[in-house]
């Protein structure tokens, strides 16, 4: 019987080298997805000169931190980075609640009119006023240049409710909402107690949604918001490369190849200032990302 179980379980010399393709492939994949990123890092500390030569390419050489020190020099980005981070946390808690407000009662089957309600959200997905009236709306509501203009409008994803709503319509059993309610519990309980303890996958899935997007937004911040002291990260590190470049425009021949030389390790030490936090945060959300997708997309 063990004999035939490990039959069963030799890979035959077709399946190694399927296995063995597919490492090949993977590999090619990570290495062409790893680089740019091994690139900007030690891009971001070499020096320029070598950069534009091309004689660095994957590791650092003549170390510098020139460009960290431009970006850092600048006042506003300690404020734009508390800016960024309390809209961050501010408009995903805000996109949370409001997305899993929607996607429950949609997600029952006991909702009178849920189908109209779901596609009038879906026609909203096609058809948008335009930006224009959305800047005439927000002026109206009196949110331009306050941090509410970044957070309100962007208040819910249609699409994102969709997912959450598919997760609790597929992933949680009906019979266990059926016997909350015979027990009496009241709707709210039942989110609060049962549905949400089972929905941490799909939460953490929103969370990162949510906070990559708050995170690396600019152009509502560049639209509504006049005032430097309101400005997110990605505004503030706009404004350094603008600066930057007037200085390059500025001066003579030789000083603009110098400024030249060095906006481009300013521009890689802007892409990793940027993205650090968000890379970090990926990580420790990974294994919940994965399986939020895939249980919210396998059943529509």
């Keep these: 019987m063990v004999k035939g179980a490990s039959a069963l379980t030799r890979q035959t010399k077709g399946d190694r080298m399927f296995d063995w393709l597919n490492y090949t492939v993977l590999a090619v994949i990570l290495l062409i997805i790893i680089y740019p990123l091994l690139f900007v890092i030690s891009a971001s500390v070499s020096d320029p000169q070598l950069v534009n030569s091309g004689k660095m390419w994957l590791w650092p050489k003549g170390i510098t931190f ?6 850092f020099q600048n006042k506003e980005i300690l404020s734009g980075y508390l800016n960024t981070i309390l809209y961050t946390v501010l408009g995903t808690s805000i996109n949370l609640f409001m997305t899993i407000l929607a996607a429950f009662p949609l997600s029952r089957k006991d909702l009178a009119g849920r189908n109209i309600v779901m596609a009038l959200f879906v026609f909203t997905m096609f058809f948008s006023g335009g930006l224009i009236p959305s800047y005439l709306l927000v002026k109206k509501l009196g949110m331009l240049n306050t941090m509410w203009a ?56 929103m969370t990162l949604f949510y906070s990559v997007a708050h995170w690396n937004s600019y152009f509502n911040a560049l639209i509504y918001l006049t005032d430097q002291k309101l400005f997110p990260l990605q505004l503030v590190l ?15 021949s030789e000083a603009m190849t110098q400024q030249i030389l060095y906006a481009q390790t300013i521009k890689y030490a802007v892409v990793i200032v940027a993205n650090l936090p968000v890379l ?11 399986k939020g997708v895939m249980i919210g997309a396998i059943k529509g």
């Design 238 to 252: 706009r404004e350094i490369l603008i600066q930057n470049q007037m200085d390059q425009m500025a001066g003579s």
């Design 66 to 71: 020139l460009g960290y020190e431009k970006v």
């Design 150 to 205: 970044l957070i309100i409008p962007n208040a819910v994803s249609i699409w994102n409710i969709i997912i959450v709503r598919t997760f609790f319509q597929h992933s949680i059993p009906n019979e266990i909402q059926e016997a909350a309610a015979i027990d009496g519990i009241s709707d709210f309980q039942m989110l609060w107690r049962i549905i949400l303890p089972l929905s941490m996958p799909i939460l953490a899935v």
């Design 280 to 290: 970090m945060l990926y990580p420790f959300l990974q294994k919940y990302f994965t």
